[in-house]
């Protein structure tokens, strides 16, 4: 059944993508589209001309020279790596903070760092907007201090530090769990052999914790390199990546390019995955710590130089992290309660509310939008949810074949949603013929499928970790009892692991709400909208009601959150 | 070579009655991958019998009870409950109650749920009976007030009997019981053990029983298999196994030994009349010349001058300043054990196990009589 669904729902249509690109107008088979975009400077940059037969040396000048062009591939790739390195940047000190200090609220703030998950990407760029925009938080503070104003819109560095924001609490979050997991007496061993504490550290706990930095680092490259929203809020077409382009092109209905460069950026993508797991399989080294090492208090009681230092460079950290992931969420509510003179208003919420009451068919209406986004929410969560229990269960046993059956069902997390929404438009949403019959499927059902697929991940990545952690012999036993194999996972495993699914859930919840590269792209219908799909239409022309529908995908999104962390997202692989 | 089998190596294929036997494995064999946990094993166990499979770890020993199970489908070969064939039977239809190390006791259940919960898979589940039934086991397990508690609140000891009244609750036809009390202290241990093996007789239900410690397995078990790598080497009640080790293997894992290895230089046959004596032979073991018994008239073993011979002395029966057969030595070790003192003596490099009630020290001579001496191998030369 699932493994049906996730043909028809994923497989099927990135099939479909693959077809198109390389099938011509009259149903020949051709590589011609993938050999002009390698041929293009504009994607590939100088790179272009090594596909295009030209010498080596000829180019390699060219390529390390200042001025080169890196083409919409080079930059994508460009922005991911200068993204990794920024996040793993900020996200290092978090996990030092939180791996080695006790203070009051380092569970909470450990938490915390679950939050860009279940965050939308778009309201996410709405609050970089309301921070560091023209008429931004930012120009507002240092204009109240007499500097001049900075431009960061439609930067580099804007798409970088809202990628950050994204990804620095992941890598924070898996290195926090993998220094925790340093057991205590191999650190104290080391000691007692000889080394000093940072030896002991070089020696002991950095290649315990480097790999989990590698893990951050790699699902950063992957996820910034296959970026949609943020770049298109805050880079706009001046500063396109490829999921951009694939974008414009489906706008402009060239299929056939949007499906080669999808390919392309598939390939790519996968490629980098798979490279870092075939890494992390030769390198895991599972140390269930039996005794973690003891924290120290944040605040020291006896102020030495070397007490001190680290706490003083934390301090500093803390007021760029402050800038970089308070402050966004920070001036989108201020910005949604601000009026154009400065003063507080609660005019955007009634521009929402008005626009409800007085707005016309084609405009963007705020409640079909908070209703289409709970509707879809709810049943990708219902689709989402067996799915993903499904596939737990079959990822936690062991037989032949099991490795590829995990990398087929966790494909989706890698893939982008502008490809599911591409392949999902082209293969149901147009339609497609079965035995002379022509199928197709609206709008809304393929956004739910898409959302359903973009979500089960997440409910594997929560259930599975459980599953695989039970007892065998409490699954033998009930058999051994005259349970059957289904009444075992009613009766034994799915009570134990109920939390983990019950989070699952949540996150399947989140993630459908603030979806919005495949929703974009299937939304075509003025009905299909969702709270995101209404943000990117408000924010190019009015940021208040933008940053206003913002806070109402928070306040969702926030919910869903508490649910996911009161059931022990905590714990968990993500 | 010759193997030195005992009697009990080749039971019954059937009972007294001639019925099949209760479990019987024939030709079973497990593979993972290349290497064979489980190597054409061939076992029978009785009706209402308590049998041990004993021996080291990865000897296959739990491999060989999860395929009597239905964990484990088998590579090669049948397992069969009364002459039927079940190796395609999934356990949960097999009529087995299992005890796994750990208990396995379903933590969001209470104890009388996780008793019960086998009862709602029996054929006439009303809830009055299926209480009655968990009230009956609680009371059989000495835990009758234990119903309504949280497994995880009690102590390593009652789970295991939780665990036992677990499995036995829908009356299994077959008992099977992996190192059940290997995670328990060594005096709890010997005193479940009493209480294990007294339910089974009550109840008169065919046992298999896993464990690693051969003084358990002596202890427990009306028939032992010693196994290792993935086969049994004897199988055989505990006397015989203890008195007559079919192997040098057997011989060292179950209980200390002394082994010998040396060419027979001369054979005693004993006349035909001499009903209550033996053949022995004269087995030339480094310096000394050992005195070994061959069994009496008619069942003596087939030993000529020149052949290799294995034999083995108990560390009771190897005596200071005793036994017919002298070995001079010197004490390298001894450990103080309360009852007796286990002492190692060093004689030309080879250690030999006694134990004494009197401290040793210095040179000593330990001997032994040809009756007391087992041969577990002969080589003919």
């Known amino acids: ?574 | 070579m010759k193997a030195v089998g005992s009697e009990g190596d080749r039971g019954p294929a059937r009972g007294p009655d001639g019925d099949p036997p209760a479990v019987e494995l024939d030709g079973v064999t497990k593979r993972y991958g290349e290497t064979a946990a489980v190597d054409s094993v061939s076992l029978r166990i009785r009706e209402g019998e308590f049998f041990t499979l004993v021996g080291p770890s990865g000897c296959g020993k739990t491999t060989t009870l999860r395929l009597i199970a239905g964990f484990e489908t088998p590579t090669a070969g049948a397992v069969r409950f009364v002459g039927e064939d079940v190796s395609g039977v999934p356990p949960e239809r097999r009529d087995v109650g299992v005890v796994f190390q750990n208990y396995a006791l379903f933590p969001h259940m209470t104890v009388g749920e996780n008793i019960g919960y086998g009862l709602k898979f029996a054929d006439s589940p009303d809830r009055q009976s299926r209480d009655e039934r968990v009230a009956e086991l609680l009371e059989l397990v000495d835990l009758p007030d234990a119903a309504d508690r949280d497994p995880e609140s009690l102590s390593g000891g009652q789970q295991q009997r939780v665990a036992m009244a677990r499995a036995l609750a829908p009356s299994p036809d077959l008992l099977l019981l992996d190192e059940p009390m290997s995670a328990l202290d060594a005096q709890l241990r010997e005193r479940l053990r009493v209480q294990v093996r007294a339910i089974q007789s009550e109840l008169g239900i065919t046992t298999v029983y896993i464990t690693h410690d051969q003084e358990e397995a002596l202890a427990i078990s009306d028939r032992m298999a010693v196994m290792r790598a993935g086969a049994p080497e004897q199988t055989a009640a505990p006397r015989d196994v203890y008195r007559r080790p079919a192997s040098q293997f057997v011989a060292k894992f179950i209980g200390d030994n002394n082994v010998f290895v040396g060419r027979v230089t001369k054979v005693t046959e004993v006349s035909a009349d001499a009903a209550d004596d033996t053949s022995v032979a004269a087995v030339d073991v480094g310096s000394e010349t050992l005195r070994v018994a061959l069994g009496g008239a008619g069942d003596a073993l087939d030993v000529a001058v020149g052949d290799r011979l294995t034999f083995c002395v108990r560390p009771e029966y190897l005596r200071i300043d005793g036994g017919e057969s002298r070995i001079r030595a010197t004490v390298a070790n001894a450990e103080f054990l309360g009852e007796t003192t286990r002492v190692t003596l060093d004689w030309d490099g080879r250690d030999l196990v006694v134990r004494t009630r009197d401290p040793l020290s210095g040179g000593v001579v330990a001997g032994f009589d040809p009756e007391d001496a087992h041969v577990v191998r002969v080589d003919t030369s």
């Open chain 1, 1 to 574: 059944m699932t493994s049906a669904l996730l043909v028809v729902a994923f497989y099927y249509p990135i099939g479909t993508v693959l077809v198109e690109a390389v099938i011509v107008v009259d149903g020949g088979v051709t590589l011609g589209v993938f050999a002009e975009i390698l041929r293009d400077p504009f994607y590939f940059g100088e790179l272009a001309r090594l596909f295009a037969k030209e010498s080596p040396f000829a180019v390699a000048p060219d390529i390390v020279s200042s001025d080169r062009r890196l083409g919409i591939i080079g930059f994508t790739a460009y922005q991911a790596v200068l993204s990794t390195i920024a996040s793993v940047a900020l996200g290092l000190p978090a996990a030092y903070l939180l791996a080695r200090f006790e203070f009051r609220g380092r569970q909470a703030l450990r938490s915390l760092t679950i939050v860009p998950f279940v965050l939308p990407s778009i309201m996410v760029a709405v609050g970089f907007v309301a921070t560091f925009g023209r008429n931004g938080t930012l120009n507002a503070v240092l204009g109240a201090v007499g500097l001049p104003p900075v431009e960061l819109m439609f930067t580099l560095e804007a798409i970088v530090i809202a990628h950050v924001f994204y990804n620095a609490p992941l890598v924070a979050r898996v290195t926090t769990a993998a220094w925790e997991s340093v057991d205590a007496s191999a650190v104290e061993t080391a000691r007692s052999l000889g080394a000093g504490p940072i030896r002991a550290f070089y020696d002991v706990v950095a290649p315990q914790v480097y790999p989990a930095v590698l893990t951050g680092a790699a699902l950063t490259f992957v996820f910034t390199f296959g970026t949609f929203p943020i770049v298109l809020a805050l880079g706009g077409f001046q500063l396109a990546t490829v999921e951009v382009f694939i974008y414009r092109f489906v706008r402009d209905l060239s299929y056939a390019e949007a499906a080669a460069l999808a390919i392309i950026e598939l390939v790519i993508s996968l490629g980098v995955l798979l490279a870092y797991l075939r890494y992390e399989a030769r390198n895991t080294v599972r140390s269930r710590g039996a005794r973690p090492l003891p924290r120290r208090s944040l605040f020291p009681s006896a102020p030495t130089a070397r007490e001190l230092l680290p706490r003083l460079g934390l301090a500093g950290y803390v007021v760029v992290a402050g800038l970089v992931f308070v402050a966004p969420i920070a001036s989108m509510v201020l910005a949604s309660v601000t009026g154009g003179d400065g003063g507080l208003t609660l005019d955007h919420y009634r521009f929402l509310v008005d626009r409800q009451r007085t707005g016309t068919a084609f405009q963007v209406r705020p409640w079909p939008a908070i209703r289409n986004s709970l509707t879809f929410a709810g049943a990708a969560t219902l689709l989402a949810l067996p799915m993903g229990v499904v596939v737990a269960v079959l990822t936690t046993r062991r037989y032949r074949g099991r490795k590829l059956v995990d990398a087929a069902a966790m494909a989706p997390l890698a893939v982008s949603g502008i490809i599911v929404g591409l392949g999902l438009l082209r293969g149901l949403v147009f339609g497609f013929e079965v035995w002379g019959w022509r199928i197709t499927v609206a709008g809304s059902v393929a956004i739910v499928v898409a959302h359903a697929v973009a979500g089960y991940p997440f409910v594997v990545r929560t259930v599975a970790p459980g599953l695989a952690g039970l007892d065998r012999s409490l699954i033998e036993s009930a058999r051994a009892l005259g349970a059957s194999r289904v009444r075992v996972i009613r009766d034994i495993e799915l009570p134990l692991v109920w939390p983990g699914v019950v989070a699952g859930a949540a996150f399947a919840f989140a993630i459908s709400i603030g979806e919005f590269t495949a929703t974009v792209v299937l939304a075509t219908g003025v009905d299909a909208y969702t709270m995101p799909v209404a943000i990117e239409r408000f924010i190019g022309r009015r940021l208040g009601p933008a940053t206003a529908m913002g806070v109402i995908l928070l306040i969702v999104t926030g919910l869903s959150f508490v649910v996911v962390e009161r059931l022990g997202g905590e714990s968990r692989g993500l």
